[in-house]
C-alpha cells in the first residue's frame, strides 16, 4: 500500500503551501489529499503504518511544514479533525475513515443481498458450517471479509431495524428501538422463557401486549417501545435503518463519528464563527484566536519557546492576543476612528471570547458610510494582525490610513462578494378554517412534541361539509420526534376515515413536510417508512381526495387535541363532541373567524 502514500506525496509537490492560507489548505486536503485513498478504503483495511503517514502528510500541509522547515501546529490534531460544530476544522483522521467506508460495506452486504458480490460473500462466510464453527472468527478469509469484520462493529452500534408484524426478531436482544437494544436499558436477570421473546409475539393489532413481560419495565423504556412505528394494514417485513440518518438511509459522516468513539457531541462554544460573514482565511484566523492559538508571545511562552512576553510594539505589558488585537495602546487611536467610542464597556472589558462573538454578531453601523459592523469587525482583526506582523518581522511603520483600508475592504466584500439577501416585505393575511366542499369531509392532523421530556402526541379531528364536529381523536406516542408525530396523527385520522366509509376527503395539515413526502412519489424514508406505507394505502382507498398545507392558525383544533395527549390517561382517546377546553375553538371555526397574521413576502424586482 505504499503507493498511496506516493500519490499523497506526487500531489503535494505541486502545491505551495506557503502561497496558501489555513483555509486554502485546508480546502485543499478535503478535496484532494483526502480522495486519494477513499477508493481503497472502501474494501481494504489499511496497515497502520500506512494511516499514520496520511495523516501526517495531512497535518504537516494543513500547517506548512516539511522536511526543510519545520513550523508550529498550533491547534492540535484530535481536535482539528473534530467537525466544525465540536471546534475543529472537518477534517477526518485516515484510521477513522476507514473504518467508516468499511461499516458502508457492511451496510451494502445486509441491504444489496441479491447483488452478485454479496451473494458469493454470503455463501462462502455465512454458511450454517463456518456459523457452528468454534473459531468462526479465526477460519482463513478473504482481505475483503476480513476487512468487513473490522467494519462490523461500526456498523452494528449505527443500524438499527424497523420492525414488520411477522418479526423474528429478538426482543432483548436485537436493535429495534430508537434507544438500542432493551436488554442495555434494563437492569436485572430475566426468566428463559421472557428472554426467547420474540417481536412478533410481543405485537398485537392495537399495539402491545404488555402482560407478555413479567416484570414492570421503565417508563422510558416503555416510552421507547410505544413510539416504535409498526404498520397496521400489511405484515411488513423487517428493515433495516441508520440510526443517525433522519432517513434511514447510512450516513458516512455519522459513522465516521462512531469509528471515532464520539458518539456524544460536544459543541464547541464558539461554533458561531463558521456562520460570520466575512472571508474564509479570516474565519480560520478568528477559529484560531478561538483556540488561543496564534504566534503572539504569550501563547508562544505557553507552548515551551523560552522569550521575554513584552508586547514588541508598544513595551508595555504582556503580548496576549488581546493585547494585539485591541489592548495595545498603539491600537486605541484605530478602533476610535472605526467608531468604537471610548465609553463602549463592553467592547473594551470583555474577554477574548465574548469580544470576538459580540462584535463578529453586532449586525449595526457605527459609521455613517460603513457596511454592518459584524462585516468592519473581521476586516479590522485581520488587518490589524498583519499590520503587527509588519511591524515585528519586516519593520514597516503601522499604516496612518488603516482605518480607511479596513472600511474600503469591507465595503468592497459587502457589496461583491457578500452573501446576497432577498428583499422581503411583511404583509398581513387572514387566515381562518375553511369548510369543505359539499358532499366532502375534512380532516384536520397536528403532532406535538415537547422538546424537554422528548414526549410526543397527536390528534386530529374529522368534520363534514357545514363544518359540524363529526369525531375527534388524540394518541400519546412516546418519545420520537416531531415529524413521526406528525405522520403518526394522519395515519390515526385516515384509519377513522375508512372506519367512517368517507369517500370524499380533504386533509389539511400544518406540517408541509408531510406534504411533500405524499406528493413525492420517489420519497424513501426507512425510519417512518410503516407510517408512510399505512397513509398511502389508506388514502389509495378513498375515491376522491386531496391534501393540503395550511397555517397554523387554521389548524387550531388539530393542534388542541395533539396536546391534550399529554394530559389523558389512555394512549388513544376519542371525542364524539368538542372537549370543554376546545369548544371555543371549534366555534370560531364553525362561525368561520378571522386572524390576522404577519407573513414575509418576497420583492420581485421590475
Given amino acids: 500500500y505504499n503507493f498511496i502514500l506516493d500519490r499523497a506525496k506526487q500531489k503535494l509537490s505541486g502545491w505551495k503551501a506557503n502561497m496558501l492560507s489555513l483555509a486554502g489548505r485546508n480546502v485543499l486536503i478535503q478535496a484532494s489529499l483526502a480522495a486519494v485513498p477513499s477508493y481503497v478504503m472502501q474494501c481494504n483495511l489499511l496497515p497502520g503504518r500506512i494511516l499514520n503517514g496520511l495523516d501526517r502528510l495531512n497535518r504537516n500541509f494543513l500547517w506548512g511544514s516539511s522536511e526543510a522547515a519545520k513550523k508550529i501546529h498550533w491547534v492540535g490534531w484530535d481536535k482539528v479533525i473534530k467537525s466544525k460544530e465540536e471546534g475543529g476544522l472537518g477534517l477526518q483522521s485516515a484510521k477513522g475513515k476507514n473504518i467508516a467506508l468499511l461499516s458502508k460495506l457492511n451496510w451494502r ?47 452494528n452500534k449505527g443500524s438499527r431495524w424497523m420492525v414488520g408484524r411477522d ?108 456562520k460570520v460573514n466575512t472571508l474564509p482565511r479570516i474565519r480560520t484566523f478568528l477559529w484560531k484566536c478561538a483556540h488561543n492559538s496564534i504566534g503572539v508571545k504569550v501563547c508562544l511562552e505557553k507552548r515551551g519557546v523560552s522569550l521575554d512576553t513584552t508586547c514588541p510594539l508598544c513595551q508595555e505589558g504582556a503580548e496576549s492576543i488581546l493585547h494585539a488585537l485591541r489592548d495595545c495602546p498603539l491600537l486605541r487611536g484605530l478602533w476610535n476612528q472605526l467608531g468604537v467610542l471610548p465609553s463602549n464597556q463592553d467592547f473594551w472589558r470583555s474577554n477574548l471570547q465574548d469580544w470576538l462573538m459580540l462584535n463578529s454578531k453586532f449586525k449595526h453601523s457605527l459609521g455613517a458610510t460603513q457596511p454592518p459592523w459584524n462585516v468592519v469587525f473581521p476586516f479590522a482583526v485581520w488587518n490589524v494582525w498583519k499590520s503587527r506582523n509588519n511591524a515585528v518581522f519586516n519593520g514597516k511603520c503601522r499604516n496612518p490610513k488603516l482605518d480607511l483600508v479596513i472600511v474600503n475592504q469591507a465595503v468592497e466584500f459587502f457589496h461583491c462578494l457578500s452573501s446576497p439577501r432577498q428583499l422581503t416585505q ?128 387554521a389548524n387550531r383544533c388539530a393542534d388542541s387535541l395533539a396536546r391534550l395527549s399529554f394530559c389523558l390517561d389512555a394512549d388513544f382517546s376519542t371525542f364524539d363532541s368538542p372537549p370543554v377546553d376546545l369548544i371555543d375553538v371549534f366555534e370560531d371555526d364553525l362561525n368561520g373567524l378571522f386572524r390576522n397574521i404577519v407573513c414575509s413576502v418576497c420583492i420581485v424586482a421590475a
Fill in 167 to 274: 418479526s423474528g426478531l429478538n426482543v432483548w436482544q436485537s436493535n429495534w428501538t430508537n434507544g438500542g437494544s432493551l436488554r442495555g436499558l434494563i437492569q436485572g436477570p430475566i426468566t428463559r422463557e421472557a428472554s426467547q421473546l420474540e417481536v412478533k409475539d410481543f405485537m398485537i393489532d392495537t399495539g402491545w401486549d404488555w402482560g407478555k413481560i413479567p416484570f414492570e419495565l421503565p417508563v422510558e423504556v416503555r416510552r421507547l417501545i410505544q413510539a416504535t412505528p409498526v404498520t397496521l394494514l400489511s405484515r411488513g417485513v423487517d428493515k433495516l435503518a441508520w440510526s443517525g440518518s433522519p432517513k434511514g438511509t447510512f450516513d458516512l459522516k455519522s459513522a465516521y463519528r462512531i469509528a471515532m468513539g464520539d458518539e456524544g457531541i460536544d459543541l464547541f462554544p464558539a461554533r458561531w464563527i463558521w
Fill in 109 to 155: 452486504f445486509h441491504t444489496e443481498k441479491e447483488a452478485p458480490w454479496a451473494r458469493v460473500l454470503n455463501m462462502k462466510y455465512c454458511n450454517p458450517r463456518r456459523r457452528v464453527a468454534t473459531n468462526a472468527n479465526r477460519l482463513p478469509c478473504s482481505h475483503i471479509w476480513a476487512a468487513m469484520k473490522k467494519g462490523m462493529d461500526t456498523f
Fill in 426 to 553: 411583511k404583509v398581513v393575511r387572514r387566515i381562518r378554517w375553511e369548510k369543505p366542499l359539499q358532499g366532502w369531509w375534512k380532516l384536520n392532523t397536528d403532532g406535538s412534541y415537547c422538546g424537554n421530556t422528548g414526549l410526543a402526541g397527536c390528534g386530529g379531528v374529522i368534520r363534514d361539509d357545514a363544518g359540524r364536529w363529526v369525531i375527534g381523536f388524540s394518541r400519546s406516542i412516546g418519545m420520537t420526534n416531531s415529524f413521526a408525530a406528525e405522520l403518526w396523527g394522519l395515519r390515526e385520522g385516515l384509519l377513522l376515515c375508512s372506519n367512517l366509509n368517507i369517500n370524499a376527503l380533504e386533509v389539511e395539515l400544518d406540517a408541509k413536510s408531510i406534504v411533500d413526502a405524499l406528493d413525492n412519489p420517489s420519497y424513501v424514508n426507512n425510519v417512518i417508512s410503516p407510517l408512510l406505507d399505512d397513509c398511502k394505502l389508506l388514502i389509495s382507498r378513498i375515491p376522491q381526495f386531496c391534501i393540503k398545507h395550511c397555517f397554523r392558525q
